[in-house]
């Protein structure tokens, strides 16, 4: 055993103490293996529990200030008398409870408990020997459980710092507050019963150093709804945590802190599970947040010059039932190949749209195939980019027997010059599953429309499965980003040879538009389609124009989605999309850019180019002169006027949704006058979800991870802890979002705020030498998450362009199976 800092005294004392804890503790399973009871250390009377349990908790209340003993203390002595005391008969305990440090040199006294609770006011409570004596029982096996002023005891020794995980700031709130905790841990036995949202009063600490990364955070409290103080610690402000730390396990709370705290039946629910875990009575995951338990690797090496054999312009993937890795390559080529940009060349915008296979076995790289197809920059009315071409990948469901591939992509032989219009299809090929080839001659076009090619961009791409076979399509809304001066994409003008490309109200807002949508259909054997019941149209719908719907539509309003993702546990649909150019709001016009993020229960309409965000809404402008502003759109009435519509005029209402950002940061929202106008504002902003900011952004939609659906022998899987959680990110990795937000299934199809958000940033690493910018993400069969780094020059692939994997290296959850305590008869 080596004990970091001891004299050689204190080294064999330790060793002494260490040989009685390991008896005591390691061997528990084995009633012989425990030393008879001792007299309680207090003059209390702790009754036995029930079904003579022999596990024991101390609780230790020295304090190292002089006077009365707090009422805290008592409080929470005899909250823990009373949790021992509850439950079910095999996991109750005793308690016995000292001021007497002196108990942590007696190895005949610390070797009998499970578990040691800190209830201290702080201060230097231990001396040398006694601190040895309590790194030595951990060291041994022990578990340790800090409260409140645990944190400031002991305050000059680095590892009780490490015990507790952190130290609390000097200056802080000192009132009792109101706040409410945020409790991302659905796993453990200290939150699992707790509500997602959990409103309690105490005195909150803040922290000198954020541990978030270094433990495992449970619970965090959400700053914004007290008075946090100049030391605030922001979004992510931990309150209680655990870690397997020095052979022991240990849980820290920052709760505690009031008398009532200990009658309050949710608080003595937390303190049960930590000490439940503590005392090796359950086994728990205090691992999963921890960032050094994860490894991020690049599976694919740079191409070869003047190749894509390893990967193309980075824009999906897919992981098959096997582990085998589909992603695809958009159409633009490496920077040694020409592009052509002149309308007059048949070969204008040309591209190949790469299906590569990585196969985890032989973790080697196969071209599976290439379609030609406009992508290649080019295009566009600025002639130097363009956003079709191979946009989407989705397997079968049956595709180990079939081997089907659905394919969503731009073929440049249905471009047409002179209109400068192309035809965007999903179609269905076969691979042969020995050889992983694609072949191109067994397509079935199962849905085609027609798209704008004069001006760039948004395609969107997405592709996702639900658990009743259903295919969703997510389209972009075809417009330029430009002529609305970055506000609402409505300005009805621009056109080419009559259609227009600057008003998304002809496609995103349009229920006669397939642009600007995330479709559903059913994919059928023959390569034909068929229409599920619940979509947004039925396609036999008009109004007082005459105007007509397509049934495809699931969800209508969305700008850029190119990335969906479908919960087959829920089949609740994920999307996010990207927004448009503002960089700040308007009085005048409207909303910043907003990238989006939406849970969709349902169909419906999400407000493109009406309204944004928590259906804030843009300002009208129509003809004569669209540079002057009209009124403002009602996100509960909205009406497509535009006369580049041929759908109908009367909307279905407007969604709220779930994430929005702009560069000012988190879901902006300000006041609203009589009419439900945002006054647009900034100095009137309140930002809502304060962990997110953007700036240059880009929504990229990722998984909701499903832990029981991973092969239970994996052994790089993510853990239960990860389990319903929803993985947002960025393109880019500055200030903007890569995190895994919770959500509560009550209120998230109404766009309802998530619950609880977490960074990814240590885990699925940023910067130039790690992911930096985020094209796609998926969780294998392994529960692996495999992860698109597009690279570093935009309409290309380059040596930064690669396939990466993200593994999980911690283990499962502690102490080991054969370590548990279990019942013994005394």
Request: with cysteine; hydrophobic share 30%; aromatic share 10%.
């Amino acid at each position: 055993m080596h004990l970091r800092g001891l004299s050689t005294t204190r080294r064999a004392w330790a060793a002494t103490v260490t040989a009685t804890v390991v008896a005591g503790l390691l061997t528990a399973p084995a009633a012989s293996a425990r030393p008879a009871p001792d007299p309680p250390l207090t003059t209390m009377s702790i009754k036995s529990p029930p079904g003579g349990a022999n596990v024991r908790v101390l609780v230790f209340h020295g304090s190292a200030a002089a006077g009365e003993e707090s009422p805290v203390v008592n409080a929470g002595i005899e909250a823990i008398e009373r949790i021992g005391l509850s439950g079910p008969a095999n996991q109750r305990f005793k308690v016995e409870a000292t001021d007497d440090a002196s108990v942590f040199t007696d190895d005949r006294k610390l070797g009998r408990y499970n578990a040691v609770v800190f209830l201290t006011g702080g201060g230097d409570v231990l001396d040398p020997e006694q601190e040895a004596g309590l790194e030595a029982y951990m060291e041994a096996g022990g578990g340790f459980v800090g409260i409140h002023d645990a944190a400031r005891a002991e305050p000059y020794s680095e590892w009780f710092t490490g015990l507790v995980g952190a130290r609390p700031a000097a200056s802080g709130p000192a009132d009792v507050q109101r706040a409410t905790v945020e409790v991302g841990d659905r796993q453990h036995p200290a939150t699992k019963e707790l509500p997602l949202q959990w409103k309690r009063a105490d005195r909150w600490l803040n922290w000198v150093k954020n541990p978030s990364g270094q433990v495992h955070t449970v619970a965090r409290v959400r700053e914004s709804t007290y008075r946090p103080g100049a030391s605030a610690n922001g979004w992510d402000h931990p309150v209680s945590w655990c870690r397997d730390y020095d052979g022991g396990r240990s849980f820290y709370t920052g709760m505690g802190g009031t008398v009532s705290s200990y009658d309050e039946t949710d608080f003595r629910a937390h303190l049960r599970g930590a000490l439940l875990w503590t005392t090796r009575l359950v086994r728990a995951d205090c691992k999963a947040t921890i960032t050094g338990h994860y490894k991020a690797e690049r599976l694919t090496p740079p191409n070869q010059p003047g190749h894509n054999d390893q990967i193309g312009e980075p824009h999906g993937l897919v992981t098959a039932p096997d582990g085998r890795v589909f992603y695809i390559g958009r159409g633009g080529a490496d920077s040694s190949q020409p592009v052509v940009t002149d309308w007059n060349n048949p070969d204008i915008g040309k591209g190949r749209g790469q299906i590569h296979v990585y196969d985890p076995k032989t973790k080697k790289v196969t071209l599976a195939g290439e379609l030609t197809v406009f992508g290649n920059k080019g295009g566009g009315d600025e002639l130097v980019k363009v956003e079709e071409g191979l946009l989407g990948i989705e397997l079968d469901p049956r595709f180990q027997e079939n081997g089907w591939v659905y394919l969503h992509y731009t073929p440049h032989s249905r471009i047409d010059r002179d209109t400068r219009m192309a035809e965007r299809r999903v179609s269905r090929f076969t691979l042969d599953l020995a050889t992983n080839k694609l072949d191109l001659g067994s397509e079935k076009v199962l849905l085609k429309w027609p798209v704008q090619i004069h001006s760039c961009c948004h395609a969107g791409g997405g592709l996702a499965w639900d658990s009743r076979g259903n295919l969703y399509i997510a389209t972009g809304d075809n417009n330029s980003s430009g002529f609305s001066g970055g506000y609402s994409g409505n300005n009805p003008e621009p056109n080419y040879k009559g259609v227009s490309f600057a008003d998304a109200r002809r496609t995103a807002g349009n229920t006669n538009n397939l642009n600007g949508k995330i479709l559903r259909i059913h994919p059928e054997p023959d390569g034909t389609y068929t229409l599920p019941e619940g979509n947004l149209f039925t396609g036999e719908e008009t109004d007082e124009g005459g105007g007509k719907t397509r049934g495809e539509i699931y969800v209508m309003g969305v700008r850029n989605p190119a990335r969906i993702f479908v919960d087959r546990t829920t089949d609740v649909l994920y999307a996010g999309w990207v927004g448009p150019d503002a960089s700040a709001p308007s009085p005048v016009w409207g909303p910043a850019k907003y990238d989006t993020f939406a849970v969709v229960t349902e169909a419906g309409n999400r407000g493109w180019p009406y309204c944004m965000g928590n259906k804030q809404p843009y300002r009208d402008r129509n003809l004569p002169d669209p540079s002057r502003p009209l009124g403002w759109y009602d996100c509960d009435h909205p009406k497509n006027e535009s006369p580049n519509n041929d759908g109908l005029v009367n909307l279905p209402p407007v969604t709220g949704n779930n994430i929005w950002y702009s560069p000012q940061g988190g879901a902006p929202d300000y006041p609203r006058d009589a009419n439900g106008v945002p006054s647009y504002k900034p100095e009137e902003a309140a930002y809502r979800l304060p962990w997110l900011k953007g700036g240059g952004q880009a929504a990229m939609n990722g998984p909701v991870y499903r832990h029981d659906q991973v092969a239970a022998t994996s052994d790089v899987k993510w853990p239960a802890y990860w389990d319903g959680k929803w993985f947002v990110g960025d393109f880019y990795d500055g200030d903007q979002p890569r995190n895994a937000v919770l959500m509560d299934p009550r209120t998230q199809g109404d766009g309802g705020l998530p619950v609880h958000a977490e960074s990814l940033k240590k885990i699925v690493p940023v910067g130039n030498d790690g992911i930096r910018n985020l094209m796609d993400w998926r969780f294998g069969p392994d529960g692996a998450l495999y992860v698109l780094d597009y690279g570093r020059g935009f309409f290309t692939s380059d040596s930064r362009s690669a396939l990466w994997r993200v593994t999980y290296t911690g283990g499962g959850p502690t102490p080991a199976a054969d370590h548990l305590a279990r019942e013994t008869q005394q």
